[in-house]
């Protein structure tokens, strides 16, 4: 693993100018240009905030700005794996003609999927401000390890389904699948605080409970994220990269005869 590390490393212009190209190619010859990318969640959580503030009643204050917390991550999260899933076999003839890590692609795809969560929190500063619900300064900074957990947990998923996918390619609607489904088990649309106890051990096991409850103690609770959460959240990564990393180096080796 550290020998495939250093060789990514080697190679940081092609991840560079990768995802410079994904990024420009995206949005060449759009009007709207990024924006097009937030008018999906934007739409989203409208509609979300709707249904659940005025129909079912979560009894969440602020139901928009609790949603807007999480959903944006989330979304990352998801477009992220997603795309990175199906790096490898759209990608097929560079991978057999051009020698180069092939964990790049993943990565690229991932990293792509990053910057417009980065920018993405121009829209959700913008609407704390406005709104009045404000901003604490203070912890903006915890944001940063978030971020980098959140990156790492999704790296590792796609490195291991890319990988899957290119023996298997029925797997990309399977994960597409579970992705919604793992919306909804992720406490965005309601607290934590509701779930009956019996159901909670099972919540627990969802890595995405706590990156996405960070962001929300940090943006919309505006306290320091639970030390706790950050732990789990990290060590669900740790294993996450290793597991995807060791599953794609095992099966990279026929990536050539299989594509």
Known sequence: ?????????????????????????KYKGSVL?????????LLQIIVYSFFFSKILRSGIEAFYIYLIVG?????FFTGGVIQGLGSIRYQGDLVKKVYFPRQILPIVSLTVNFVNLLI??????????????????RIQIWLIPIMVIEYFFALGLALLLSAVEVYFRDIEHIVSVIMMVWMYVTPM???????PEQYLKFFYWNPMLYIIGMYQQILYYKVAPDMTYMWKAAGFAAIVVVLGSIVF?????RFAEEL
């Open 249 to 253: 180096k095992v099966l990279e080796k």
């Open 1 to 25: 693993m550290v020998t495939d590390i250093k060789n990514i490393w080697v190679f940081k212009d092609m991840v560079y100018e990768l995802t410079h190209r994904e990024l420009r190619g």
């Open 120 to 137: 993405s929190f121009a829209i959700i500063y913008s609407i704390l401000l406005v709104s009045g619900w404000g901003i604490n300064l």
């Open 71 to 75: 959903m944006f991550p989330f979304n």
């Open 33 to 41: 240009g990024f924006l097009w990318t937030y008018m999906n969640p």
């Open 189 to 195: 649309f309601y607290s934590i605080e509701i779930i």
